[in-house]
């Protein structure tokens, strides 16, 4: 398995600009989660999915973000417009449904992507 | 909400040295406990986690975790640390009957002096 890809791997743009990152999960993992890493706040988590839909969209830092999976296979987070605080890094991470009654092997294991790198100058 | 506290935000020691890293959750129910590991330029992979059973966890790369449910605690530990340890640590709770979703706590940044 490829893990999660996402792209691109850095971005670089101006203030005004919009910005769309993706992300491929992992087969068969069916929540996506949406983190933001800066120095200053740590691993905030944006938003996540659970069979393509939309949960929990509370850390969403304003109407600016918009995030959505059109299918199992991909989301984007898209940004517009950008601007210089939204300069961090954005992971992407997948998991397994959860077995509520058993050894929960696998589950409730995230598995990150490389992250991407944005720069809003 | 649950949330995840650690202290200690920069580590710096010398190979051959102890590590513990202290990580405190606020949630009173059933949760379960990870470890995530970022080495420079990487993404975040996981080191140890806890669901169940034997509160003494280990993980890859020598490093162990108790989990002290009295205290809320889930330490990290590794009795002699190398150099390829540089790297932040991160803890992390869900909750074992909710969701997926996890939190994380701001971070240990470890250094190793050679």
């Known amino acids: 398995d490829a893990g999660v890809i996402q792209s691109p791997r850095h971005e670089v743009t101006e203030m005004g600009q919009e910005v769309t990152l993706r992300c491929k999960p992992i087969s068969g993992h069916d929540y996506l989660f949406w983190y933001r890493q800066t120095m200053m706040r740590g691993l905030e988590l944006l938003i996540y999915f659970n069979n393509n839909v939309p949960i929990d969209d509370s850390g969403m830092p304003e109407d600016r973000f918009s995030a959505k999976m059109p299918n199992a296979s991909f989301s984007t987070l898209k940004i517009q417009p950008s601007e210089p605080r939204d300069s961090a890094v954005y992971f992407c991470?997948?998991?397994?449904?959860?077995?509520?009654?058993?050894?929960?092997?696998?589950?409730?294991?995230?598995?990150f992507g490389a992250g991407s790198r944005l720069t809003v100058l | 909400a649950q949330s995840v506290s650690q202290h200690n935000h920069h580590v710096i020691l010398s190979e051959a040295a102890s590590l513990e890293l202290g990580c405190n959750y606020s949630?009173?129910?059933?949760?379960?406990l990870f470890w995530y590991v970022q080495y420079p330029g990487q993404h975040l992979q996981l080191l140890l986690k806890?669901?169940?059973?034997?509160?003494l966890v280990k993980g890859i790369k020598g490093f162990e975790a108790e989990f002290i449910k009295s205290k809320f605690s889930f330490n990290l530990r590794k009795p002699s640390v190398q150099w390829s340890d540089t790297a932040e640590y991160f803890c992390?709770?869900?909750?074992?009957?909710?969701?997926?979703?996890?939190?994380f706590g701001k971070g240990n940044q470890v250094v190793v002096i050679p």
């Open positions: 806890y669901f169940s059973g034997d509160p």
């Open positions: 949630y009173g129910g059933t949760v379960n």
């Open positions: 991470a997948s998991s397994a449904r959860r077995l509520r009654d058993r050894e929960l092997s696998g589950a409730n294991v995230l598995t």
């Open positions: 992390a709770v869900s909750l074992y009957y909710g969701n997926n979703r996890l939190a």
